[in-house]
């Protein structure tokens, strides 16, 4: 009696907590779209980069979250992805090669490669030590980066024109760089939703739980976490490329462990496992670091205090707070 | 006797000076329920984890159905038709009963590269996973997260999990692990109904179930069967009564 009881209340809190999401992700797209027409009032350029820049990093995020809350894969590396991406469409445009298409081709291409290459090789190992050698593959990446004189080395280098689509200048307006990227967001958006429900995704899923049951139904988890790890990857090289065009600018600071670490804690502070928590979570943490840095010189005295709050009080980061809260609501 | 769908034949395996199993052979034929019994530390869970892949062994035989499997990565033993269950629960906690069930299935037919399609929304697996947990009686709690299910539930649902790879034989370690009066009837139920549909090697402590249970029985001490036969003659054979029972028997006196 009493564990049907509890049945009962499990099912129900996770299907509430499920309508939740859907509730959030909806109004935060609807927000989105509707954000360069609030922003006419006040300093629209600013708005419209910033905003935009978030929505870069949450493709980034949500990528990460792919892996690590459907796959418990933690990759320390994923920035090298994002840097794979801009890099892609920084060189091909210095040579001239301005098509969108033809740059995201490459870009993703390049991350494919590497991401099997080197997740064939982590995936042989677990936790820690998958960690770090995600974090040695991308400082591989970083100071390759670094050596590239060609391409501007450690300074980097300007993109001479943003990228078009169909030789049409699509993203020489911000405008027209903002609804890409809310796009882009949406696609990978709905693409990751399908996976995670899909049978690749349940295999995924299973795998977190308990590698050796999966094993014992027939299941080499190993490849289904190696093709996750790709198409994260190359989910996060879509970020570098849209980030190229944003920023202008390609350098291997886009590659370097600091960005993953940020990256980990954007996808942590929204809330893993649920996708749309990394999104949330991607651009608050960006939109607090622009707030703080407004405040004082000294607002990652701040800022880092508070993410470890989160971490500590806020289980579930700002999704499981959410569902908290509404739980106590609806109670 | 008809030919043997499993056998074992001299497999052995050793931590070190320590040998854990000791050329251990042994045969099970279609249908029937071979029970390995044994003092604890004789070494039963190391073998159920050599037959089915999670331990390599040192030297020695496997064969399913007349093919060598012995080199064999488990999962590939699962397609062949060889499935186990755990002495200590391994379920998906996470996912609810039916879900267990139905990624079981899903291992088996077709393709799980498949990136769109909701699967839990597979009316053919669903089904399939439904009738395994009718078979085990756990088709009321389908819908249950696994973890929230009692004990004797989650041991059903193990032997539900092993049914739905669809596999010639079984591989039961202790399925009766940690179960109260009630639950052990009702997994005991189970296996009868079981019985003669698979090959079944059985390794359980409780004597009452296995002695009704089993066609034959070995019993392994220290790595090595000293004896195999009909429960009748185990439960008179004056090694075994020595080695086993007869400690079992002196500590259900004390």
């Not at chain 1, 990394?278 to 800022?303: N, R």
């Not at chain 2, 004990?151 to 790879?165: C, D, F, M, P, S």
Request: glycine share 12%; proline share 3%.
């Amino acid at each position: 009696m009493s564990a049907a009881g509890t049945d009962i209340a499990v099912t129900a809190k996770a299907r509430q907590a499920v309508g939740g999401r859907e509730r959030a992700i909806i109004a935060t797209f609807v927000l989105l779209a509707l954000a360069p027409i609030a922003a006419q009032a006040g300093p629209q350029g600013y708005i419209i980069d910033l905003i935009t820049r978030m929505m870069i990093f949450a493709i980034a995020a949500l990528s990460l979250d792919l892996i690590l809350g459907y796959g418990a894969m933690v990759s320390f590396g994923h920035a090298a992805f994002i840097g794979l991406g801009a890099y892609a469409v920084g060189i091909l445009a210095s040579h001239g090669v301005t098509d969108f298409v033809v740059q995201l081709a490459a870009a993703l291409a390049a991350a494919a490669v590497f991401a099997f290459v080197t997740g064939a090789l982590s995936l042989r190992t677990k936790g820690v030590y998958f960690i770090m050698i995600t974090l040695a593959f991308s400082q591989m990446l970083f100071f390759f980066g670094v050596s590239l004189s060609a391409y501007g080395g450690d300074d980097g280098l300007s993109l001479p024109e943003r990228s078009r689509l169909f030789g049409l200048p699509l993203f020489s307006s911000d405008k027209g760089l903002f609804y890409a990227t809310l796009a882009c967001l949406i696609g990978c958006y709905l693409l990751c939703r399908a996976i995670v429900a899909s049978r690749f995704g349940r295999v995924l899923r299973g795998a977190r739980e308990n590698p050796v049951r999966m094993t014992a139904i027939g299941f080499s988890p190993y490849r289904f976490q190696l093709v996750a790890y790709v198409i994260s990857g190359m989910m996060a090289a879509l970020a570098g490329a849209l980030l190229a065009n944003q920023t202008g600018f390609v350098s291997p600071a886009y590659m370097s462990w600091q960005r993953s670490g940020e990256l980990l804690a954007m996808t942590i502070f929204g809330g893993v496992g649920t996708l749309v928590g990394p999104i949330i979570g991607a651009m608050a943490f960006l939109a607090l670091e622009e707030w703080l840095a407004g405040l004082t010189e000294h607002w990652k005295m701040i800022f880092g205090p508070l993410l470890v709050c989160v971490v500590l009080f806020a289980r579930g980061g700002i999704m499981g707070l959410a569902a908290r809260i509404g739980g106590k609501r609806d109670g | 006797m008809a030919e043997a769908l499993l056998s074992v034949d001299g497999l052995c395996k050793a931590y070190g000076a320590l040998t854990v199993s000791d050329n251990v052979s042994f045969e099970v034929a279609p249908g029937e329920l071979h029970a390995l019994i044994g003092p604890n530390g004789a070494g039963k869970t190391t073998l159920i984890h050599q037959l089915s892949g999670l331990l390599r062994s040192d030297s020695g035989h496997v064969r399913l159905g007349g093919e060598d499997i012995t080199r064999l990565p488990m999962a590939e033993r699962v397609h062949r038709g060889l499935a186990r269950s755990f002495q200590i629960t391994s379920i998906l906690p996470g996912f609810s009963a039916l879900e267990n069930v139905a990624l079981a299935a899903q291992a088996r037919s077709g393709s799980s590269f498949r990136f769109f399609a909701n699967a839990a929304r597979e009316d053919d697996l669903n089904a399939q996973a439904m009738e395994s947990l009718r078979t085990v009686g756990l088709q009321g709690r389908a819908s249950t997260p696994a973890g929230v299910l009692s004990h004797g539930e989650k041991r059903l649902l193990e032997l539900a999990i092993a049914l739905a790879t669809a596999p010639k034989a079984l591989l039961l370690d202790e399925p009766l692990a940690g179960t109260g009066k009630e639950e052990s009837q009702s997994v005991t139920a189970t296996l009868r109904q079981l019985k003669g549909r698979f090959a079944i090697v059985l390794i359980e402590h409780d004597m009452e179930a296995v002695f009704a249970l089993a066609d034959r029985v070995s019993v392994l001490v220290y790595g090595k069967i000293i004896a195999t036969g009909t429960p009748e003659q185990i439960r008179n054979d004056p090694a075994v009564r020595e080695a086993y029972l007869g400690e079992e028997g002196e500590a259900a006196h004390a």
